[in-house]
């Protein structure tokens, strides 16, 4: 057994009051990272410097990349950050977060076929109809269309952290064009190839099936039934900054990867243009905001979608995933209120609890925020990668101030939760250990029945300090180990 300094490699306290995933309080490993730990004394840390080349290494020749943009516009492409050391989840912390999520999932998805039907959670008072109303993400414009088999949410994204005792906290929902799941297993298959004596020592649930899953469930939409069924991946094109997720996804399930002008509608039914004429298609994952979806039905100077599309997906010819819409669901202002769509459409307590969350439109709120903006973080509700944010702790004066007139002006556009110390990880480093604070979205598909892959993409806080994980913030990553029974 090696023995463990009093304050080991990567056990700073700079961030005390934040939960060590890896480190107990008095700095010993905890009982599930001990056999890499183990490992890492027995063969020396310098190794870890050659695998984190080696890592960096085989993201560049396999083109894992993405894309930040900058001010002015211009993407900058880069290899995918990872860091080496995995995050470890025991079966029993996964069991839990599981059945919250399925929960959050049945509850989210209820909500949306609610509101776009009969609204009953906004007659019933569960929601107020001006917060519904005023969202950006709610489309008037699929009023009473019957999603197929009464899905909406086919694929969740959902951000957890943890807080200062460990409890696991729902951050935020993305059910619109969720992202991040080829990253996911990209960290997986990179793993596996340069740390297989770390996977010797435990048994790790796999999440490479989730193409699979994925796949598995877009076939169980088809109007012509699932032996039939003709899916494609719809891709903005290739300045999109998930555009090697899109290409990833489609090449493992074995589908056609699509931009708009390669579809077209007829009578109410859509066809992928091909060199063999027109062939129907059933099933779209359309990576496409439901702004630029159908120029007929949204923005009408959008190029990127398909005109007719809503029209087939009302005549029920076509199925949308996800289906458009759904992002009023995972509005942060609707956000506060899922615990009570949780009680109201299950009649459970929510599983997972979530972050304190101040809503702008409310008066006491707003006023008790823009006086403690230097102890908050401010959001856009429509925002996401980390823009539209205000990090109160680490602001400037000038940028709280930019912030209130933001926030007085349009309201229904902000939230703010107060500041949790995200939990943190050790990583390599520069050739050291060091601490980093991390978050986890883990991935639901919601087919023939639900299923959370058993993992997820954990993001990591690259810089010393930052509690921004998002990659286009200059975040990165790690594996994500859930632990067999």
């Known amino acids: 057994m090696p023995s463990f300094a009093a304050r080991p490699p990567g056990a700073d306290t700079s961030a005390a009051r934040a939960y060590h995933e890896f480190y107990q309080e008095d700095f010993r490993p905890r009982e599930h990272y001990l056999p890499m730990w183990e490992h890492i004394q027995r063969t020396g840390q310098h190794l870890l410097g050659d695998k984190a080349r080696e890592a960096h290494l085989t993201l560049h020749t396999e083109g ?20 080496i050391l995995p995050r470890i989840i025991t079966a029993a912390e996964w069991a839990h977060i599981e059945a919250g999520l399925k929960q959050r999932i049945r509850a989210l998805n209820l909500f949306l076929k609610d509101l776009y039907h009969g609204q009953r959670c906004l007659k019933d008072g569960v929601i107020a ?11 008037r414009e699929i009023m009473d269309i019957d999603a197929p088999h009464d899905i909406y949410t086919h694929i969740g994204g959902v951000d957890l952290i943890r807080d200062e005792d460990g409890r696991y906290l729902v951050l935020e929902d993305n059910l619109r064009t969720p992202s991040g799941v080829s990253y996911m297993i990209e960290n997986r298959i990179v793993e596996r190839r340069i740390l297989p004596e770390f996977f010797s020592k435990y048994r790790v649930r796999r999440v490479e099936h989730y193409p699979a899953l994925l796949l598995q469930a877009l076939r169980h939409l088809s109007p012509r039934g699932k032996d039939r069924a003709s899916i494609v991946v719809l891709t903005p094109g290739i300045y999109n900054s998930a555009y090697f997720e899109h290409t990833f996804l489609a090449k493992e399930m074995g589908v056609e990867l699509a931009e708009g002008r390669d579809l077209v509608c007829r009578n109410d039914r859509v066809f992928l243009k091909t060199t063999h004429g027109l062939q129907q298609v059933d099933v779209i994952y359309r990576r496409v905001d439901d702004a630029f979806l159908d120029p007929l039905v949204f923005r009408a100077d959008s190029v990127l979608g398909v005109a007719g599309l809503i029209n087939a997906w009302r005549a ?53 925020v823009l006086d403690n903006l230097e102890r908050m973080v401010v959001k856009a509700v429509a925002e996401s990668g980390g823009y539209g ?3 109160g702790p680490s602001s400037t004066t000038a940028q709280r101030a930019d912030f209130a007139r933001r926030v007085q002006a349009d309201p229904r556009n902000y939230i703010a939760q107060p500041v949790v110390q995200l939990s943190r990880h050790i990583c390599y480093l520069d050739g050291e250990l060091e601490s980093r604070h991390l978050d986890l979205r883990p991935f639901i598909v919601y087919g023939d029945g639900i299923d959370v892959v058993p993992g997820g993409l954990t993001r990591v806080a690259m ?8 990659s286009s913030q200059g975040g990165g990553s790690k594996d994500t180990w859930v632990l067999a029974e």
């Open 64 to 83: 894992v990349t993405f894309t930040v943009y900058s001010e002015s516009d211009e993407g900058i492409e880069r290899v995918w950050p990872f860091d």
């Open 463 to 470: 810089t010393k300090g930052s509690l921004v994980v998002n």
């Open 316 to 368: 029920g010819n076509v199925a949308l995933v996800n289906a458009p819409g759904a992002g009023i669901a995972d509005d942060k202002a609707v956000y506060s209120h899922v615990p009570a769509l949780v009680r109201y459409y299950l009649g459970e307590e929510p599983i997972l609890r979530q972050v304190p969350t101040y809503q702008m439109t409310d008066p006491d709120d707003r006023a008790y």
């Open 129 to 139: 109809p001006a917060l519904i109303f005023r969202g950006k993400d709610f489309c």
């Open 389 to 391: 944010m205000l990090m």
